[in-house]
């Protein structure tokens, strides 16, 4: 099993990027309700509350983060990285779960526009300065992981757009009223709200079906196949199996070779060519079993 500098570094990145979450998450759920309750506006107010589905989501994140560094156990011989897979779903469903409030929310709205008061143009400036920091938050957050490469982090990150996106809605509203055009902000929010629940579908699914061992995409296993193929000694393969403990791949494969080789060879061979593709950093194992196979030569076919 692999255990070096690059996941530890991988995990300080990813709880810094988190923590950096919590932070601003926090001061700006603060500032919205505060100026949503003496400016009017419900929609700020609701969208302050909104950011603090962020800080659960958050500390989904740093939970599944630290967890998924314990090293394998008697219960766990693969180590604890499908927590980051369990924590994607989770995000997910807390993505379909605000994308159905502000659908439920747009629906009322539409129905009852009366509904809305009048409001103090002083939450207008607030959303905007909400949207900038929020939309600078999620770049931050994506660059980060996409440099460690973390689907968690890639579902948290979207997670915050998805803040972002429910303050547009908010400005957009807010905008609306006060040029008296009500029936902007419900509209926008149903919009959005569809997004937002397809989003959390979408990186629910994706989690599920690694938590149930789906394979590698074909171009990965290709990869692992070559890096194998070409290690010398080995005369072919078969039965290779791969899924996903977090975002690392785990490796089942047969390798084929020549028959006349001693034990030993044989497993010189198989931990050259493990060797080989547990350079490639999203490889947490590989497990190889040696097969014989039998050269044919010219010999071999006279008599």
Partial sequence: MRNDNGYHNRSIMAQRSTVVSVVVNLILSCIQIITGLFSASQGLVADGIHSFSDLIADAVVLFANKKSRKPSDNDHHYGHWRYENGASMILGIMLIAVGVGMLWSAIGKLQHPETLSDIHIVALWVALATLVAKEILFRYMLSVATRIQSTLLIANAWHARS???????????????????????PVAAFVVGVLIARMGYAFAK?????????????EKEHEIKTILL????????????????????????????????????????????????M???????????ID???????????G
């Avoid at 803040?163 to 902000?185: H, R």
């Avoid at 977090?246 to 084929?256: A, M, N, R, S, T």
């Fill in 163 to 185: 803040d972002a996106a429910s303050s547009v809605v908010v400005a957009i509203g807010i905008t609306g009223t006060l040029a008296g055009y009500a029936w902007f902000d």
């Fill in 206 to 218: 994706d989690a599920l079906q690694d938590l149930m061992d789906r394979s590698v995409d074909a």
């Fill in 279 to 289: 350079t490639k950093k999203e490889v947490l194992n590989v497990m190889v079993h």
């Fill in 230 to 277: 070409s290690t010398p000694g080995v005369a072919g393969l078969h039965d290779m199996k791969t899924r996903k403990a977090g975002d690392l791949i785990l490796v089942d494969v047969h390798l084929e070779v020549p028959e006349h080789l001693s034990v030993r060879d044989g497993h010189d061979i198989a931990v050259a060519a493990r060797e080989r593709v």
């Fill in 292 to 302: 014989p196979f039998a050269i044919k030569t010219d010999e071999a076919f006279t």
